[in-house]
């Protein structure tokens, strides 16, 4: 058992050292040393930077440190596209600065899963948008980026089934709800599609997310459509644009016509039922 246990640590040293000393060290001492300050931030006692010691010295003030406290976790997972061809082309765009963007995790087509960003850490990944009331989904969720161009990659089983295993052990670690494993297009639908054609089914048969029952209902006369988009989280601000989100996402057929037919009025009500 200690032969065993010392070829584990050599195996998990090893790989971290090849993080340190490859073709991407240079990027790793970027974030080793934005790490380092974060962490200096983090475990400064008293707080620096933040209200207690910005306030006027007329108004009395002290830091008394609790002994109940966490670090903050995600409650929301965005799935994305990357709309690139390559897992190393999308592994250059979040080492570049100038772009300013990043994601927690990126999933190849092989099923080779990369971590880029730490899970507590805030990414870079979902921009403007809102999901809720939720107007910060980067504060707020893990970011997985997908290896596919968006038009015409098909969805590999290895990389479904990879993406699969790391959403499994972010919802048990993370206590992540079932109605929070969304797209970047529910959130920024005026500005993003992604993932494009891409199978919700599978992970709703999981539990990543919601899908509609086989057996659909007919609303009833007093059903309201914009309502209950709002209900399952999109901003309803600009209609169209959710309705077509919404059909991306689910009906994944006519995405660009804003308008629900009798079906697709099915599905909804079908979906918002599950999130009341």
């Not at 406290?69 to 929301?76: A, I, S």
């Not at 970011?143 to 295993?165: K, R």
Request: net charge positive; proline share 4%; with cysteine.
């Amino acid at each position: 058992m200690k032969i065993k246990s010392t070829l584990t640590f050599l195996l998990i040293a090893g790989l971290f050292a090849s993080c340190s000393t490859g073709k991407y060290a240079a990027t790793e001492k970027i974030y080793k040393k934005k790490a380092k300050e974060f962490s200096k931030e983090y475990g400064a006692n008293p707080v620096v930077n933040q209200a207690i010691m910005k306030l006027p010295a007329s108004i009395e003030k002290e830091w008394i440190a609790s002994t109940n406290f966490g670090m903050r976790k995600p409650n929301y997972v965005v799935i994305h596209h990357t709309a690139q061809d390559s897992l190393g082309q999308t592994i250059r765009t979040f080492h570049s600065e100038k772009a300013g963007v990043s994601a927690h995790y990126v999933v190849g087509r092989t099923g080779k899963v990369v971590q880029m960003v730490n899970d507590y850490y805030r990414a870079h990944h979902a921009g403007l948008g809102k999901w809720g009331n939720d107007m910060d989904l980067n504060s707020s969720s893990i970011g997985i980026e997908l290896d596919n161009n968006g038009t015409t990659d098909p969805w590999t089983d290895v990389q479904i089934n990879a993406l699969m295993e790391l959403l499994s052990y972010l919802k048990v670690k993370y206590n992540i709800p079932q109605a929070n494993f969304i797209g970047h297009m529910d959130l920024a639908p005026t500005r993003k599609n992604d993932p494009s054609r891409f199978p919700w089914k599978n992970l709703a048969d999981r539990g990543f997310g919601y899908w509609y029952d086989e057996y659909l209902e007919t609303p009833p006369l007093d059903f309201n459509p914009k309502l209950a988009l709002r209900i399952i989280g999109y901003d309803v601000k600009n209609l169209d644009a959710a309705i077509k989100a919404f059909k991306q996402h689910y009906i994944q057929n006519n995405v660009n016509v804003a308008l629900l037919n009798d079906q697709d009025l099915k599905i909804l009500y079908s979906i918002y039922k599950k999130v009341l």
